[in-house]
């Protein structure tokens, strides 16, 4: 498997969790502390750990710590390698239907000319 699948396979495990999401959606309006990003979630901070490490690992979050307070950033380019294969499947599929399509009307024409 190639680097770039691997690094798309960590992305979409990374995406695959809803409370990965809600806090990449968090980072979206800015970077946020360790805290605030933990604050909407009922689990133990080191259970909230091993998401945002899920998430830093696969390149969608960077922290940096200041003192005692460690803040979290979106960094979106593993989400654009996403968007990017989505895009090529659906021009793919898309393509393979329209032809699944011309083939069964062309099918469908020769039946009624029976």
């Given at each position: ?29 800015g ?64 393509r ?10 062309h ?8």
């Amino acid at each position: 498997m190639t680097n770039q699948q691997n690094r798309l396979n960590d992305t979409f495990h990374a995406l695959a969790d809803p409370t990965r999401r809600a806090v990449l959606a968090k980072l979206t309006s800015g970077p946020a502390t360790v805290s605030d990003l933990a604050q909407p979630f009922s689990m133990a901070l080191p259970t909230f750990l091993q998401h945002l490490k899920v998430l830093e690992e696969c390149g969608l979050v960077r922290s940096k710590k200041v003192g005692r307070v460690r803040t979290c950033q979106l960094k979106p380019r593993p989400l654009e390698e996403a968007q990017d294969w989505l895009g090529a499947q659906r021009t793919l599929w898309t393509r393979r239907l329209d032809q699944l399509d011309d083939y069964l009307r062309h099918l469908n024409a020769t039946e009624n000319r029976k």
